[in-house]
């Protein structure tokens, strides 16, 4: 007879764990973050998977990529963070309501698709933060202190910059959804000769997405151009023509459909930064530590694979 699974409820440290290994891909850098060493971490993982009955983490060339059961797990951890970390606040009798402005610089895409539901988490936390979103193509210097915080889809981040990868955004070709049709997914070289292209405005100070637009589609295809992600989406919705999206839209939009698989070369990290001398602000510290869980928890539930590779 099988054995069954354990009947008792899994301690929140074990949550922790999972959670942090899942964050770096990594025992070795998750051993750091937890102070446990080597072999008790791997003990520890040994143990929640025996709770479990099933494994949580692939490993593959020693990079630990979480299952759909891990997935499962890591994203409770991240669901409950904010909890954790309001109560840890009231513990210490520190911060206990940080009040105050966070300016926050974030691309409109993910302002309408993947920000509401952090923020109503959050504010229902900590409603003495009054939260303010600076939405555009042009990123709000951090630097010049033109916001506090920044959510950006980038391969790099300034070195000086502090904060953390929470996953990747995919990227795929997406039209109007047709009703009582099934989906059709075509090969790019296929779909770049089609006419009815949505690219962006033209910018010598252009981003890898126009780079790739440009070179992939033909101009006599390009039918309609906009400035930014958002807009872009609006006329697929409309039913103006196609345009490259972030693979989100298709678990965020109930009118578009992705008519390509993801393309490899535009996957990109989405970064939570700020500046290094206001990182202990109690408002913006608490701003990291619950947005940077809720992100990550939002992004992997609309796009189940992105949080795999975030370190």
């Given at each position: 007879?099988?054995?069954?699974?354990?009947?008792?409820?899994l301690?929140?440290?074990?949550?922790?764990?999972?959670?942090?290994?899942?964050?770096?891909?990594?025992?070795?850098?998750?051993c750091?973050?937890?102070?446990?060493?080597?072999?008790?971490?791997?003990?520890?993982?040994?143990?929640?998977?025996?709770?479990?009955?099933?494994r949580?983490?692939?490993?593959?060339?020693?990079?630990?990529?979480?299952?759909?059961?891990?997935?499962?797990?890591a994203?409770?951890a991240?669901?409950f963070?904010?909890?954790a970390?309001a109560?840890?606040?009231?513990?210490?009798?520190q911060?206990?309501?940080?009040?105050?402005e966070?300016?926050?610089?974030?691309?409109?895409?993910i302002?309408?698709l993947?920000?509401?539901?952090?923020?109503?988490?959050?504010?229902?936390?900590?409603?003495d933060?009054?939260?303010?979103?600076?939405s555009s193509?042009?990123h709000?210097?951090?630097?010049r202190?033109e916001?506090?915080?920044?959510?950006?889809?980038?391969?790099?981040?300034?070195?000086?910059?502090?904060?953390?990868?929470?996953?990747?955004?995919?990227?795929k070709?997406?039209a109007r959804?047709?009703?009582?049709?099934?989906?059709?997914?075509?090969p790019?070289?296929?779909?770049?000769?089609?006419?009815?292209?949505?690219?962006f405005?033209?910018?010598?100070?252009?981003?890898?997405?126009?780079?790739?637009?440009?070179?992939?589609?033909?101009?006599?295809?390009?039918?309609?151009?906009?400035?930014?992600?958002?807009?872009?989406?609006?006329?697929?919705?409309?039913?103006?023509?196609?345009?490259?999206?972030?693979?989100?839209?298709e678990h965020?939009?109930?009118?578009?459909?992705?008519?390509?698989?993801?393309?490899?070369?535009l996957?990109?990290?989405?970064w939570?930064?700020?500046?290094?001398?206001?990182?202990?602000?109690?408002?913006?510290?608490?701003v990291?530590?619950?947005f940077?869980?809720?992100?990550?928890?939002?992004?992997?539930?609309?796009?189940?694979?992105s949080?795999t590779?975030?370190?």
């Amino acid at each position: 007879m099988p054995t069954k699974p354990s009947t008792n409820n899994l301690p929140w440290t074990d949550f922790q764990i999972v959670l942090v290994t899942a964050r770096h891909a990594s025992v070795a850098k998750a051993c750091k973050v937890l102070n446990m060493t080597h072999a008790t971490l791997l003990r520890k993982l040994e143990a929640i998977e025996s709770h479990f009955r099933t494994r949580l983490f692939d490993r593959v060339r020693g990079k630990y990529t979480l299952t759909t059961a891990g997935l499962e797990i890591a994203q409770a951890a991240e669901s409950f963070l904010p909890l954790a970390l309001a109560a840890e606040s009231r513990a210490r009798g520190q911060d206990l309501r940080p009040s105050g402005e966070v300016r926050i610089s974030v691309a409109p895409i993910i302002t309408q698709l993947l920000l509401p539901p952090v923020l109503q988490q959050f504010s229902g936390i900590f409603p003495d933060i009054k939260i303010e979103i600076s939405s555009s193509r042009e990123h709000a210097s951090i630097r010049r202190r033109e916001a506090d915080v920044a959510i950006r889809v980038s391969d790099n981040v300034a070195d000086w910059l502090v904060g953390r990868k929470l996953g990747n955004v995919d990227f795929k070709i997406f039209a109007r959804k047709r009703t009582g049709q099934a989906p059709t997914q075509m090969p790019i070289a296929e779909l770049s000769k089609r006419k009815g292209w949505i690219g962006f405005e033209r910018d010598e100070r252009d981003l890898k997405f126009d780079r790739w637009l440009g070179r992939t589609v033909p101009e006599d295809n390009v039918v309609l151009r906009v400035d930014n992600f958002f807009h872009a989406l609006t006329m697929v919705e409309a039913g103006l023509g196609m345009a490259l999206l972030p693979a989100f839209v298709e678990h965020g939009s109930r009118k578009v459909q992705a008519v390509s698989d993801a393309i490899d070369e535009l996957r990109t990290p989405l970064w939570l930064i700020t500046h290094p001398e206001i990182k202990n602000t109690a408002r913006i510290n608490v701003v990291m530590r619950a947005f940077g869980p809720a992100l990550t928890h939002a992004l992997g539930r609309m796009q189940p694979d992105s949080t795999t590779a975030s370190s």
